[in-house]
């Protein structure tokens, strides 16, 4: 489908990509990305329901290189999001992640509410590195482990008392590389 994939074929139903995303509280969930622009049609306006919580995908900005690294850039108030593994040979990334006001970064966990490190780190202008943020295999047409395979990174980073959801959307090559197709932060 993509020369830029190999064999990879891209579902469109952004369902697959966030099946294994931590669930919250909240009914609806708009979520704010800067998408892959050879896939961006398979998550720009798309919904997706998972335990109760409704994910609205919405590409604000693309990058045209596949396996680059992206960030959430100012589309949460609270936080940025630092997709630093654009390319990951395994199912494991690191996240950076900031403060984007004076409300400190608190805490920081993984899809599965591990907390990966708590604290107070207040500086708006350097992120900080946590991991591992472990990968997931989404449910869908190409079986895990195979070219064209969608997994998600979730989790959240607390500031100022304010759970700011995040999710990671990767696709594996024929290669065997996860390559980024979305870093999205919730609005």
């Known amino acids: 489908m993509f020369s830029s994939l190999g064999r990879c074929v891209v579902s ?111 500086d708006t202008s350097d992120e900080k590195k946590f991991e591992p943020f472990p990968m997931k295999y989404s449910t869908g047409d190409t079986p895990d482990g195979t070219a064209g395979a969608q997994y998600t990174v979730g989790g959240a980073a607390v500031a100022g008392s304010i759970e700011n959801r995040l999710i990671g959307i990767y696709l594996l090559d024929s290669s065997g590389k996860y390559n980024i197709i979305a870093g999205c932060v919730e609005d």
């Not at 720009?44 to 995908?57: L, M, P």
């Not at 396996?67 to 395994?90: A, E, H, L, P």
């Open 12 to 122: 469109a139903s952004v369902a697959t990509f966030v099946s294994s995303v931590t669930p919250s509280l909240a009914l609806a969930m708009d979520m704010q990305c800067r998408c892959y622009s050879g896939t961006k049609s398979a998550v720009d306006g798309k919904s997706s329901k998972v335990d109760g919580t409704t994910y609205n995908f919405k590409c604000k900005a693309t990058y045209s290189t596949l396996g680059s690294d992206t960030n959430t850039d100012d589309y949460n108030k609270y936080v940025k999001i630092y997709y630093s593994d654009g390319s990951s040979g395994d199912k494991s990334v690191a996240l950076k992640i900031r403060p984007r006001t004076s409300k400190c970064l608190e805490s920081v966990y993984d899809s599965n509410k591990k907390k990966l490190w708590g604290g107070a780190y207040c």
